[in-house]
């Protein structure tokens, strides 16, 4: 049996389903006026800091070690914003059944107010689906309109 999945710029490949792992993820939205912190990982576009949760770690464990990781700061994390589920072709080659949570975050007082190299304040404005990854991009629309859905399903081709 074969399953349609997206890639990391929104492209729809095809794949056998004997090869999808299930993966659990979480990010963090920390916003400063108009902007959001963003890094940029395997390909040239923006996302969220977030990544894979351990096995027997928390989704908020996650999140703080995650974004500690990838941003260079403490937070914890405030508001569930959303939930996505697909089937993603990873850069490596992977295919994940992906659930990502999107929390918003606070950055802990006491953190550094530096960023690791390749994480990057942007406006919220300057944000697009060709400069984001497609996940990430479902966000901003959570953000920019109150409307959306809070729970976005994979769609099988």
Known sequence: MRISC???????????????????SVYGVLKENDSVLLVKTYLPLWEFPGGSVDVGETLYEGLKREFKEEAGLE????RFLLERESFYLSPTGKVFHSFQN??????????????KKGARWVSLQSL??????????????????????????????
């Open 6 to 24: 997206e890639t990391q710029d929104g492209k729809n490949v095809v794949v056998d389903v004997k090869k999808i792992i299930l993966r659990v």
């Open 75 to 78: 937070i914890e994390p405030q």
């Open 102 to 115: 999107f929390f918003e975050v606070i950055k802990v007082k006491k953190s550094s107010n530096k960023v």
């Open 128 to 157: 697009t689906s060709k400069n984001m990854k497609k996940s990430a991009f479902d966000v901003i629309q959570v953000l920019t309109q109150p409307n959306q859905k809070y729970f976005l399903v994979a769609q099988n081709k």
